[in-house]
Structure formats: C-alpha cells, structure tokens
Nanobody
C-alpha cells in the first residue's frame, strides 16, 4: 500500500503562487502516473493535472492550462504542482492520487482511474 501526503497549501492573494507537494511512502510510485484533483465547497471533485510515470507526458484541465505545472521527482517519490496566477476560482482542497495501472504513458483525468488518494491540502485565494 502507498500513503500519499499533500503539503504546501495555504492562503495566498490573487495573482500569487503556491507549490504543492505530494510525498509518497510505503512503496515507490515511480511506475505510476499521478494526478492532482481539487474540490471546492459545494462542487464535485474535478481533475486538475496528471503526469505519466516517466514524467514525459502531462495533461491539464483547460481552467489551469498555462498557469499550473505538474512535475515529479521519482528519486524523492514526490509529485509537485506549481500554481501561478492564482484566482479565487482556484480555492479548493487539492488532492493527489495514484493511477491504478502502472506504466501509463498518457495520463487520464478520470477520477475512477485512480485508486490511492491523499487527505488533501487547502488552498485559499483571496481577492
């Protein structure tokens, strides 16, 4: 089993930046695509970004494209989400998740594809 722990959330002004981290323990995540999702109050969980097992391919939700960057350091068993130009619509709890299948070259945004989830980290953007 793998445990995922997100960190780096907090309160930031509109236009600011945050870098989220997702540290994995229990076993390596290097063979698995990883994703970031978020859930705002009263809304369903939505896809944000995902990265292939090798880090060579990434996909993004249209709402964050050009502002967010997902990356990974397999040596540190950690995935990151760099968030720039934040606005109030980015306010949510952010979760990282691991793809249930290994060696995925084209990461997906479908939540049911992911079988391990972290507890989430709160991101609040003040306007």
């Amino acid at each position: 089993q793998v445990q995922l722990v997100e960190s780096g959330g907090g309160l930031v002004q509109a236009g600011g930046s945050l870098r989220l981290s997702c540290a994995a323990s229990g076993r390596t995540i290097s063979m698995y695509a990883m994703g970031w999702f978020r859930q705002a109050p009263g809304k369903e969980r939505e896809f944000v970004a995902a990265i292939s097992w090798s880090g060579g391919t990434a996909s993004y939700a249209d709402s964050v494209k050009g502002r967010f960057t997902i990356s990974r350091d397999n040596a540190k068993n950690t995935v990151y989400l760099q968030m720039n130009s934040l606005n109030s619509e980015d306010t949510a709890v952010y979760y990282c998740a691991q793809d249930r299948f290994g060696f995925t070259y084209q990461p997906t945004g479908a939540p049911d594809r992911y079988n391990y989830w972290g507890q989430g980290t709160q991101v609040t953007v003040s306007s």
